[in-house]
């Protein structure tokens, strides 16, 4: 999700949301395109475990809007909801072309991730529209970051494609928008949207780190192996990045990290 960086006292502009360090000159894998890379079967693997977990995200988070439209206050705002929808499920669409360009059936790569993704949106299941709200703005953005660190290891082709589906699809300043708003207009709601918002940062990175863990390939790729993968050093730096953005996000909300 591609935004300007704001203070934290700044007005409804949501901060910069991409936090992966791409290197100046990408070498090994991320200097290769998909042709050459995919040659090594693990990484192969390891790239449709990652498409498949993305698509099957785009398609919950379609759904997902969807269904937060129906609790919209106005008919301007459900116009918009529905609006940002409509682009997640193209993200899906990409990313299931993508997956039946390079050979994979696409409900396959999917499927392993089902579980983990639905039991993360049953945990934190909104119930109003202004926790929907900060749920797709920081829910979502933490595993965007998450897999925006990852793109930096991917080759060019593969890296361009994940990038291009985690662009934002205007979800966040329309949410940084409507949030400040309440706040100003009834600043007890700060403290429930708050508690709120850091209950969603511990299951995200949970859930982000259960789909890692569950996948061999995955794993593999993330911490050494395969492609330019990262030391435990350099994987608590990312956990580090992630969080400072998180901090950024809370900030421009008005809300309490």
């Known amino acids: 999700?591609?935004?300007p960086d704001t203070a934290a006292g700044s007005a409804a502009e949501p901060p910069a949301e991409n936090t992966a360090e791409t290197p100046?000159?990408?070498t090994g894998v991320a200097a290769q395109d998909w042709a050459k890379a995919s040659a090594e079967p693990h990484?192969?693997?390891?790239?449709?475990d990652l498409l498949g977990a993305l698509a099957y995200g785009e398609l919950a988070a379609f759904e997902r809007l969807a269904e937060d439209a129906k609790l919209a206050p106005t008919l301007g705002d459900k116009a918009e909801l529905a609006k940002m929808a409509s682009a997640e499920f193209h993200?899906?669409?990409?990313?299931r072309d993508r997956l039946s360009?390079?050979?994979a059936e696409p409900t396959e790569a999917m499927e392993p991730f089902v579980a983990a993704l639905d039991g993360f949106h049953r945990q934190t299941a909104p119930s109003d529209w202004l926790e929907g709200l900060v749920k797709a703005y920081v829910g979502d953005s933490i595993a965007s970051d998450f897999y925006r660190e990852v793109a930096a290891r991917l080759?060019?082709?593969t890296r361009g494609?994940?990038?291009?589906?985690l662009d934002d699809t205007g979800h966040a300043s329309f949410a940084v928008e409507k949030v400040r708003a309440a706040i100003d207009a009834d600043p007890r709601l700060g403290g429930r949207l708050a508690l709120w918002a850091r209950r969603l940062m511990g299951e995200a990175l949970s859930q982000s780190q259960r789909v890692v863990a569950d996948r061999d390939a995955l794993s593999t790729m993330l911490v050494g192996g395969v492609a330019d993968g990262f030391d435990l050093?350099?994987?608590g730096r990312m956990f580090s990045r992630i969080t400072e953005a998180h901090t950024k996000r809370m900030a421009a909300l008005g809300l309490a990290a």
Request: proline residues 3%; hydrophobic residues 55%; without cysteine.
């Open 91 to 95: 993200h899906f669409e990409q990313l």
């Open 233 to 235: 050093a350099e994987v």
């Open 43 to 48: 990484y192969r693997a390891a790239v449709v």
């Open 161 to 165: 494609l994940v990038l291009g589906v």
């Open 101 to 103: 360009a390079i050979g």
């Open 155 to 157: 080759d060019v082709d």
């Open 24 to 26: 100046a000159e990408p």
């Open 1 to 3: 999700m591609e935004t």
